[in-house]
């Protein structure tokens, strides 16, 4: 037998469905926080972890700090943790739709569990290394987030528009 979320229980899918949007809400306040610290571009995320370059008058204070390595830990460790857990419990809601399959279900459950350890490994390149990082940061973190809306998008359609014909609701 075959599990599909269409052919699941009224009271299972109407809970999915309520952990699938409130995921999704949680995910996307941490993109609007990310636009905020960062304005969502290249230099605004190498200020954010190198600190404001530049001379300042003697008067100025300087809008952001380059990270400590504690704190570049503590980021890295509470982002890698929850996404994992994140896209762990997404991916076995994923896995039981039946309208991805085959290799684009296999890369939308793997994808972002990989983009996760290549972004917050990037931070730190970004920090340590060269600025240059950051296009690694930004393309491996819009590769993780588009998979995710992918794969709630996805399931929240199956459970709520997508019908069993062989079921009465």
Same mark, same amino acid.
């Given at each position: ?19 699938? *949007?409130?995921?999704?809400? %949680?995910? /996307? &306040? @941490?993109? &609007?926080?990310?636009?905020?610290? /960062? ?5 605004? /995320? =190498?200020?954010?972890?190198? %600190? /404001?370059?530049? #001379? ?7 809008? +952001? ?19 994992? $857990?994140?896209? @762990?419990?997404? @991916? ?5 739709? +039946? *309208?991805v399959v085959g290799f684009w279900k296999n890369f939308l $459950?793997? #994808?972002?569990?990989?983009?996760? &350890? *290549?972004?917050?490994?990037? *931070?730190? @390149? ?7 990082? =950051?296009? =690694?940061t930004i393309i491996s973190a819009s590769l993780m987030y ?24």
């Open positions: 037998m075959k599990i599909a979320l269409y052919s699941l229980d009224k009271t299972l899918k109407r809970f999915l469905s309520a952990f699938l *949007i409130a995921l999704t809400l %949680g995910v /996307t &306040v @941490g993109i &609007v926080y990310l636009n905020y610290t /960062t304005n969502m571009t290249p230099s605004g /995320t =190498v200020e954010r972890y190198n %600190g /404001t370059q530049g #001379e300042l008058d003697e008067f100025e204070i300087a809008e +952001s700090y380059p990270k400590q390595i504690s704190e570049l830990l503590l980021t890295t460790h509470n982002h890698v943790i929850s996404f994992a $857990l994140i896209f @762990g419990l997404i @991916g076995i809601v994923f896995y039981f739709n +039946s *309208i $459950l793997i #994808e972002p569990l990989v983009s996760t &350890v *290549i972004t917050f490994s990037s *931070i730190w @390149g970004i920090r340590y290394i060269h600025e240059g990082f =950051v296009y =690694v588009i998979s995710f809306y992918v794969m709630s998008a996805i399931s929240l359609y199956e459970l709520n528009f997508k019908f069993d014909e062989n079921k009465k609701e």
